[in-house]
């Protein structure tokens, strides 16, 4: 039997929101939601939760990674595993270093002036958000991978299992 698991769910946007914790309570774990990076750090704080799946881009083009880095790199949430739900492409790479590979990308003539790419290997599924902040710093931030939007209840529910088992 599968343990159950509290999971944090962040979007801005109800009906993914509403979908997302209806196949994730199926699967008998138990879901908080937020619909803002302010509202997600006070639950998470007080809740505790062993994962949060983000939305990207929310209000701002930055909230989704300033919430990844926050529940990823701060010692009030103890490193928590990010899964980060998106519509944006998601680059596959076969190279364990899914930043290198950012990097080398975006060296390309025509990659240069990218704002956000979001870098997935296949293999060790190590992932990230190689994106430019407002002031041109290009930042890495490592996620636990991405959940494409819209959701597929199969891979949604696959991808949780293997972030919660690692």
Same mark, same amino acid.
């Given at each position: 039997? %599968?343990?159950?698991? %509290?999971? @944090?769910?962040?979007? &801005?946007?109800? &009906?993914?929101?509403? /979908?997302? +914790?209806?196949?994730?309570?199926?699967?008998?774990?138990?879901?908080?939601?937020?619909?803002? %990076?302010?509202? =997600?750090i006070k639950i998470a704080?007080?809740?505790k939760p062993d994962l949060?799946?983000?939305?990207?881009?929310?209000?701002?083009?930055?909230?989704?990674?300033?919430?990844?880095? =926050? @529940?990823?790199?701060? &010692?009030?949430?103890? !490193?928590?595993?990010?899964?980060?739900?998106?519509?944006?492409?998601?680059?596959?790479? !076969?190279?364990?270093?899914?930043? !290198?590979? =950012? #990097?080398?990308? #975006?060296? +390309?003539?025509?990659?240069?002036? @990218?704002?956000?790419?979001? /870098?997935?290997?296949?293999?060790? +599924?190590?992932?990230?958000? &190689?994106?430019?902040?407002? !002031?041109?710093?290009?930042?890495?931030?490592?996620?636990?991978?991405?959940?494409?939007?819209?959701?597929?209840?199969k891979t949604l529910i696959?991808?949780?299992? #293997?972030?919660?088992?690692?």
């Open positions: 039997m %599968k343990t159950s698991k %509290k999971i @944090l769910i962040v979007d &801005d946007d109800i &009906d993914i929101l509403t /979908v997302v +914790k209806t196949i994730l309570e199926n699967e008998g774990h138990q879901i908080i939601v937020a619909q803002s %990076k302010n509202e =997600a704080k007080a809740e949060a799946i983000c939305d990207v881009m929310m209000s701002t083009h930055y909230e989704g990674f300033e919430l990844a880095e =926050a @529940l990823t790199k701060t &010692d009030d949430f103890n !490193n928590m595993p990010v899964l980060m739900q998106t519509s944006i492409e998601v680059f596959s790479s !076969n190279n364990n270093d899914a930043m !290198n590979f =950012a #990097r080398q990308y #975006r060296e +390309k003539v025509d990659s240069k002036d @990218l704002e956000v790419l979001l /870098v997935e290997d296949q293999k060790t +599924k190590k992932a990230g958000i &190689d994106y430019r902040t407002e !002031n041109g710093q290009i930042k890495w931030l490592p996620v636990d991978g991405f959940i494409r939007k819209p959701v597929k209840a696959e991808s949780v299992e #293997r972030v919660l088992m690692s």
